[in-house]
């Protein structure tokens, strides 16, 4: 059974930096895009990060592209979300989240798998 644990999600200041991480484990996930959602209060789920697990290639949401990376460790079966100049409208429970494939998707409903979540605030 697969599991997704999210950890790293607490308060902070508006242009800090913070990472979260998220440990699968399950299965191989050799086949898998690994991602990260998030879900602001009152708003709908929307696509943040995604990574080929096999190559590690990724791909980017425009409103984070060139402020966050997402990287995994395939020995640690651990995949990263890095956040930087981190802004108010940041503020979000973010979500480890994984389908099997080899193309990406941003439609919350093509991942298979999701983790409980974690608390992101950034105070202005």
């Known amino acids: 059974q697969v599991q997704l644990v999210e950890s790293g999600g607490r308060l902070v200041q508006a242009g800090g930096s913070l990472r979260l991480s998220c440990s699968a484990s399950g299965r191989t996930f050799s086949s898998y895009i690994m991602g990260w959602f998030r879900q602001a209060l009152g708003k709908e789920r929307e696509f943040v990060a995604a990574i080929r697990w096999r190559g590690g290639s990724t791909y980017y949401a425009d409103s984070v592209k060139g402020r966050f990376t997402i990287s995994r460790d395939r020995a640690k079966n651990t995949v990263y979300l890095q956040m930087n100049s981190l802004i108010p409208e940041d503020t979000a429970v973010y979500y480890c989240?994984?389908?099997?494939?080899?193309?990406?998707?941003?439609?919350?409903?093509?991942?298979?798998?999701w983790g409980q979540g974690t608390q992101v605030t950034v105070s202005s």
């Open positions: 989240t994984a389908r099997r494939g080899s193309y990406y998707s941003t439609a919350a409903n093509e991942y298979n798998y």
